[in-house]
């Protein structure tokens, strides 16, 4: 065993940071509410089940539940978890199950709102200790369970490793008091507790009676990472089998006696509501129950419902419900007053600065070359295959206290409870809520719209299972769209080529403002840190530089697309590393080595990246002889680092035409918890990032979306899709964010690589070749 | 009024209209919710059923158009194709979300049905409309050569 360390007060944790490089003694200092190992209430248990805190139940039959508090939306969480958990129980991984538990304060999730302040990653200060440390201890009381910022395994690591020790140590008390042996003597393997010198042995689920019936321990041995049996093993995904059979439940296949559809047209405005509508025609169609309007909630457009016996009933007759609209204050708003607004702003105000190092105005004064060039992103979709849906049974006539039952694909289930009882008039405790398998999440299900707007529409029909779901026209016209942002970057140099001054601003509508404004009512305010992330909290050692970003209020939905704000600040930064690097006759690799001398950890995933892919080695023409040529692009987000060097060349029949061939990443997350979870990430994230790249746009017009379904919005097809290799670099630090760093870096390395092919600078997303 | 229907070699009496699209008979008339909806335009592939053994989008296939064919979902799909295709997804573990998977197990195992060993450029032409927001795309390819491969070897 490794190195032993007393820990008193679990603040210490969050204070100190952990480097898992060693054997860990956990205790608790500290009673509930702080503590995450028990929840408010007993976990519901079936016949032969035991709790043995609020992570895991055995059942007689061995079988462990490992409870996961994150939505499962193809990010492998289900697996990882479970692996975290089940390691530190020794557990036998053919036995463990997962479930997803009730809604407890144990299960907020506090890693992605302390990752969510403003604080630059190399800044060590007491202002930031003391912050993340009080906004931690009150997310833990006040917070929500999301799924979200690349944070699963970051938030849970800890807590799920110490349940898993907890109930391991009471399993093995239960052992040893039975046998009357010391505990220390007893040695578990594969969900086995055996005690060598008496040759006894007993199975988890013969023990877990016992166990479950003493005290929980007052401190825990968490295992040195050498001793880890699943932790950092390629593990296939748990639900991968469901999912090839078609067994495997989404929430749009959520099914339930008696069921009914409902579906809904919404006003083709953002924001517009219904002003008056005719029901005539689609209350005489087949299987029409009712035709109601339903107001736009949680930031949410209102619209139509039509409510029938079956899917296509219900389609077909919201279709043929005539409406007036009223379009609201969107109505005027077109892409290029949009992009023109954007502009205006970046020229009239620098905004928040959020990061200022030396004199960056002096700086560039001085220099003997600036180098200056100005960038645009546009509004995204989300895109998830599985539209928005979600089933509500509004049961008012129920005599156990649960006034609803919800079955949503949600990342917030807290808060998706909360708004569904608020649309039903109900309490959050009167509503039971049920998260299902998602479609693809990627951020528009940390959205509740469509929950409140399912929960209203069942209310017209008490007693009776209501589905709502939207068509894939409504889904891509009503999303909350990652926002445009513009930006102008600069940059000095000196008589030498040598950076001296760096500024970047950026200007565009702010994330948090109007999700703390149509979830809470709080008045938005104050800096946003996703508007400027991917800009300033950046390893680039610039000898000055000053980073700002000025929000833009719009009346358009934006929301949380993977990666957030670094999906387009890198695309900025790394797109004007290159250029500076070009002006200042250096090759980009040097250029970035040179600019991370004092951040080794990103300096090796660059230098991994650009050797695994043959940095400047020749490089071979395509099958079809046209010419290949490399860019890369290093980027931190969620803690990870990730450098990607991608293969580009023209297609020789339509020129403009961009095609990807190889994609090479390197990343640091810290521990590899899944390497295979990891590599899948990696494919997923660049594919994404290659999606918006090469073809994601949302337009509008009079404050309506253009692009209605997927021949308007093209995704990446098999056939466009790179070879994609991932390098993951050995580290023992604590685990960090997987599924979105791979995003940020694919447009810039990909734009770095044209601009080599072809002499073309590419600022404005997507990429589109003059 | 109602439609026989012949899913997965059971005979189905089905109230649904004619023009009622396949993909919501299943889903909502027979609740066989492994097909899935993603755009109803024929654009992405998930609803991918066969139909004979025909690849077919069934978002865009009424229910008239049917007859007395028989249609394949994947909760009823049988062959050595489809077993192989599924025990090379679980090799190379390929699925993420899943939501896509049903529609690609589907329209690769119509593919190596018609041909037993496709090169790239055959899984583009009978893959390219199934679309994947996890991007999958590289471990769906590898999967069906690796299916392939074991289908040719016995």
């Given amino acids: 065993m490794g190195r032993k360390r007393t820990v008193m007060k679990r603040r210490h944790l969050l204070l100190g940071g952990l480097a898992a490089t060693g054997a860990l003694m956990v205790g608790w200092g500290v009673m509930p509410p702080r503590q995450r190992l028990t929840g408010s209430q007993p976990l519901p248990t079936t016949a032969g089940q035991q709790a043995l805190n609020g992570w895991l139940k055995i059942a007689a039959d061995d079988t462990v539940t490992v409870m996961v508090p994150k939505s499962e939306m193809g990010q492998g969480v289900l697996t990882a978890l479970a692996m975290v958990l089940a390691d530190e129980l020794d557990a036998d991984w053919a036995r463990v199950r997962t479930e997803h538990p009730p809604i407890d304060a144990i299960y907020n999730n506090i890693a992605t709102v302390t990752d969510g302040m403003p604080f630059h990653p190399d800044d060590q200060g007491v202002i930031k200790r003391t912050a993340t440390w009080l906004t931690a201890k009150t997310m833990r009381e006040i917070g929500l369970m999301a799924t979200g910022g690349s944070s699963s395994i970051k938030d849970s690591w800890l807590p799920m490793r110490e349940a898993g020790a907890s109930a391991r140590a009471m399993l093995v008390a239960a052992a040893a008091q039975g046998w009357q042996v010391p505990a220390g003597e007893c040695k578990v393997d594969k969900g086995v507790v055996t005690h060598a010198a008496s040759g006894r042995s007993a199975r988890f689920g013969e023990l877990a009676e016992r166990a479950a019936k003493l005290p929980l321990p007052n401190a825990v041995r968490l295992k040195a990472p050498a001793d880890f049996k699943l932790i950092g093993q390629p593990m296939p995904r748990r639900e991968a089998a469901a999912k090839q059979d078609g067994s495997a439940r989404f929430g749009i296949d959520t099914v339930l006696p008696g069921q009914r559809y409902a579906s809904v047209v919404m006003c083709p405005t953002l924001g517009g509501s219904v002003a008056s509508f005719d029901a005539k025609a689609a209350l005489a169609m087949p299987g029409v129950l009712q035709v109601i309007a339903v107001a736009g909630q949680r930031g949410g457009t209102g619209g139509v419902a039509a409510i029938a016996g079956t899917p296509w009933q219900a389609i077909s007759a919201a279709k043929a419900v005539l409406v007036q609209w009223d379009h609201g204050p969107a109505a005027g708003l077109s892409s290029a007053g949009l992009h023109d607004q954007l502009k205006k702003a970046l020229a009239e105000d620098s905004g928040f600065g959020y990061f200022s190092h030396g004199d960056a105005a002096s700086a560039l004064k001085g220099a003997a070359k600036t180098i200056s060039a100005e960038y645009s992103a546009p509004l995204l979709a989300h895109a998830t295959l599985e539209p928005m849906n979600c089933t509500v049974w509004f049961t008012p006539e129920a005599s156990n206290g649960i006034k609803a039952s919800v079955w949503a694909p949600t990342q917030v289930a807290g808060l998706a409870r909360y708004a569904a009882a608020k649309a039903l008039g109900l309490g959050s405790e009167q509503v039971a809520m049920n998260v299902t398998l998602l479609g693809g999440g990627f951020g528009r299900r940390l959205e509740v719209d469509f929950v409140a707007q399912a929960a209203a529409i069942a209310r017209a029909l008490p007693g009776v299972p209501v589905q709502t779901f939207w068509t894939r026209e409504q889904d891509s016209t009503h999303d909350f769209y990652r926002p445009p942002c513009v930006a102008r970057y600069q940059a000095g140099l000196d008589a030498q080529g040598a950076l001296v001054a760096w500024t970047a601003a950026s200007a565009g509508p702010s994330i948090v403002q109007q999700f703390l404004q149509r979830q809470f009512g709080l008045p938005g305010a104050g800096p946003d840190k996703t508007t400027a992330e991917g800009a300033f909290d950046q390893p680039y050692e610039w000898p000055a530089a000053e980073i700002s970003h000025n929000i833009v209020e719009l009346p358009v939905p934006v929301g949380f697309w993977r990666s957030v704000g670094h999906s387009h600040q890198a695309f900025f930064k790394e797109s004007f590393v290159d250029e500076v690097a070009l002006a200042a006759k250096q090759d980009p690799l040097a250029f970035r080595l040179a600019l991370l001398k004092n951040h080794p950890r990103h300096a090796a995933v660059l230098q991994r990246a650009a050797t695994t892919a043959g940095w400047g080695q020749p490089l071979p023409p395509a099958a079809d002889g046209a010419k290949k040529a490399r860019g890369l692009a290093l980027h931190q987000s969620f803690g990870s680092i990730v450098a990607q060097v991608a293969e580009v060349s023209l297609d020789p029949a339509d020129p403009k035409r961009i095609r990807v061939h190889r994609v090479v990443a390197a990343i640091d997350c810290g521990l590899a918890v899944n390497p295979n979870g990891i590599r899948q990430q990696m494919d997923s994230a660049v594919v994404f990032g290659l999606s918006a790249a090469l073809y994601g746009e949302i337009t509008l017009d009079k404050g309506q979306v253009q692009q209605t379904n997927f021949h308007q919005q093209p995704l990446l097809r098999g056939s466009d899709c790179p070879v994609i290799e991932t390098e993951i670099i050995t580290s023992a630090e604590p685990p960090e964010g997987v599924g979105e760093p791979g995003t940020p870096p694919i447009a810039p390395a990909v734009a770095n690589a044209l601009f080599t092919l072809t002499g073309q600078r590419l600022r404005s997303l997507p990429l589109k070749l003059a | ?154």
């Fill in chain 2, 1 to 154: 009024m109602t439609t026989n229907l012949k899913v997965n070699d059971k005979t189905y009496a089905v109230a649904a209209t004619p023009d009622t699209p396949l993909l919501w008979v299943l889903r909502g008339d027979l609740q066989m919710t492994g097909t899935k909806f993603g755009c109803g335009m024929a654009l992405c592939g998930a609803c991918t059923v066969q139909i004979d053994g025909v690849p077919t989008r069934s978002c865009v296939t009424p229910l008239s158009a049917v007859g007395e064919r028989s249609v394949a979902t994947i909760e009823g799909l049988q062959g050595r194709e489809i077993t192989a295709l599924r025990a090379a997804w679980t090799a190379i573990d390929v699925v993420q979300c899943g939501y896509c998977q049903s529609g690609q197990l589907v329209a690769a195992a119509a593919l190596l049905k018609a041909t037993p060993a496709p090169t790239d450029a055959q899984i583009n032409a009978a893959m390219d409309g199934n679309l994947c927001r996890c991007g999958t795309y590289p471990r769906i390819r590898a999967a069906i050569h690796q299916a392939a491969g074991k289908l040719a070897a016995g």
